[in-house]
């Protein structure tokens, strides 16, 4: 069996891209949360779970833009159209809202939690990632559901 050297040399350097690529894009976006994956309805029909969008730091946020940040406790991520922009004893806050929501949400969000408003959306690709955190909790669920049985 003979081993096409172009092959392999040609997946070694797509891999390679594709690693460069994802450590530099942090640094090029200028925000920790480069990429995200849309996980609710909340922004249809701009938005769709399963979207790939990537985020930036870049300029200043305005009425319009949509933005990723985190929730109050840091642990997930929101992506929401800004409203409303408000200067407030905090700095800059922003009221956001859901595209597919009836009302802006109830907190204003401060500058500190925004990790950059959405620059572009590669549809449905993120929708593996979803599939795949899923399957990983119901068989955690499933685990400790059988660990509880014994």
Do not use: C
């Not at 849309?38 to 300029?59: F, N, Q």
């Amino acid at each position: 069996m003979r081993i096409d050297k172009r092959a392999v040399l040609g997946t070694i350097l797509s891999v390679v891209a594709v690693v460069a690529v994802v450590k530099a894009a942090p640094i090029i976006l200028n925000t920790d949360t480069s990429l995200a994956v849309v996980s609710s309805w909340s922004m249809e029909p701009a938005l769709h779970v399963g979207d790939l969008i990537v985020v930036a730091r870049w300029g200043e946020i305005e009425v319009g833009d949509v933005i990723v940040y985190s929730d109050s406790l840091g642990r997930r991520l929101i992506v929401h159209r800004v409203v409303e922009v408000r200067t407030s004893s905090e700095g800059v806050v922003y009221v956001t809202k859901g595209d597919a929501n009836p009302m802006p949400d109830v907190m204003p969000i401060p500058q500190q939690r925004v990790k950059g408003k959405v620059v572009l959306v590669v549809p449905y690709i993120g929708v593996l990632k979803l599939v795949f955190e899923r399957l990983v909790k119901a068989r955690t669920l499933g685990l400790y559901i059988l660990l509880l049985k014994l």
